[in-house]
């Protein structure tokens, strides 16, 4: 009745367990247990957790193949979040997972990773990024072109933590990938044609439309802010690089957020 005041016509087509009483716990049970017995874990805080976790509940869905997509995270922190579904849910083979934040504007749109994952990320996993970010951006209609950020530009000014963010490069000349790519490079140069003009070598035909961000501190708390203060509109986080169809939103996310997640993520475009 409650589903069909919400305008649900069909409510009889929508399949409900409850992580107590499903036909499916003993099964959650066992998978969990075979997981995590090695890890420190009983039997009964497997049965616990199946019982009382929703994240963990929900992950053992996916598991299953009961699910296509998990949308999850308004009610726990992010990396809280991420924890549990670790304990269910691995990462994708050859994979590391990341996060992108999806920048759209009126006359822009801007992928920017990794902006919820991985702290202090390797030469090898930036580039990693870099084509999974550029293969999201393609799914979703646009023509990829990846700028590695930094506080400098082309070795100006000098510093010690740039090195990664260079191999990266190296590394992308090394895959011969079918995009455009650049770095290390600031965020205006990235951004700006006429500061972009200024190296005439730099391989962008473009402004950047994929920011690879070279940790977690800077890309976290570029993604809040102009969350909170810019102009654009914001989707995500996604999660990238996971086994099964995941999406950790975050805590203020509205309805309409978790709708767009919930497209992205069972559409096949985030993953």
């Given at each position: 009745?409650?589903?069909?005041?919400?305008?649900?016509?069909?409510?009889?087509?929508?399949?409900?367990?409850?992580?107590?009483?499903?036909?499916?716990?003993?099964?959650?049970?066992?998978?969990?247990?075979?997981?995590?017995?090695?890890?420190?874990?009983?039997?009964?805080?497997?049965?616990?957790?199946?019982?009382?976790?929703?994240?963990?509940?929900?992950?053992?869905?996916?598991?299953?193949?009961?699910?296509?997509?998990?949308?999850?995270?308004?009610?726990?922190?992010?990396?809280?979040?991420?924890?549990q579904i670790y304990r269910v849910i691995d990462p994708a083979a050859g994979k590391t997972p990341f996060g992108i934040h999806l920048l759209v504007g009126q006359s822009h749109t801007v992928f920017i990773a990794?902006?919820?994952?991985?702290?202090?990320?390797?030469?090898?996993?930036?580039?990693?990024?870099?084509?999974?970010?550029?293969?999201?951006?393609?799914?979703?209609?646009?023509?990829?072109?990846?700028?590695?950020?930094?506080?400098?530009?082309?070795?100006?000014?000098?510093?010690?933590?740039?090195?990664?963010?260079?191999?990266?490069?190296?590394?992308?000349?090394?895959?011969?990938?079918?995009?455009?790519?650049?770095?290390?490079?600031?965020?205006?140069?990235?951004?700006?044609?006429?500061?972009?003009?200024?190296?005439?070598?730099?391989?962008?035909?473009?402004?950047?439309?994929?920011?690879?961000?070279?940790?977690?501190?800077?890309?976290?708390?570029?993604?809040?802010?102009?969350?909170?203060?810019?102009?654009?509109?914001?989707?995500g986080p996604m999660l990238i690089g996971m086994e099964k169809p995941v999406q950790v939103a975050p805590m203020t996310s509205t309805a309409s957020e978790l709708v767009t997640l919930a497209v992205l993520a069972?559409?096949?475009?985030?993953?």
């Amino acid at each position: 009745d409650r589903l069909r005041a919400l305008g649900v016509t069909d409510p009889e087509s929508f399949e409900l367990h409850n992580s107590r009483v499903s036909p499916l716990v003993p099964k959650m049970v066992e998978l969990l247990y075979a997981r995590l017995q090695r890890r420190g874990y009983l039997r009964r805080d497997c049965e616990r957790m199946v019982n009382q976790d929703r994240n963990i509940f929900g992950a053992l869905l996916l598991q299953l193949g009961e699910g296509d997509a998990m949308i999850t995270g308004i009610t726990r922190t992010y990396g809280e979040t991420m924890r549990q579904i670790y304990r269910v849910i691995d990462p994708a083979a050859g994979k590391t997972p990341f996060g992108i934040h999806l920048l759209v504007g009126q006359s822009h749109t801007v992928f920017i990773a990794d902006t919820t994952v991985n702290e202090r990320p390797t030469a090898e996993q930036l580039a990693d990024f870099a084509e999974q970010a550029a293969a999201v951006a393609r799914r979703m209609g646009h023509e990829p072109r990846v700028a590695f950020l930094s506080y400098s530009n082309f070795g100006n000014p000098k510093g010690e933590w740039l090195d990664n963010i260079r191999d990266a490069v190296t590394v992308l000349d090394g895959r011969q990938v079918g995009f455009e790519y650049e770095g290390e490079m600031a965020p205006d140069v990235a951004l700006n044609p006429k500061q972009l003009a200024n190296y005439p070598f730099a391989r962008l035909s473009g402004p950047a439309n994929v920011l690879i961000m070279p940790g977690l501190q800077s890309a976290h708390i570029s993604a809040k802010l102009l969350r909170e203060l810019g102009g654009d509109s914001v989707i995500g986080p996604m999660l990238i690089g996971m086994e099964k169809p995941v999406q950790v939103a975050p805590m203020t996310s509205t309805a309409s957020e978790l709708v767009t997640l919930a497209v992205l993520a069972a559409g096949g475009i985030a993953r």
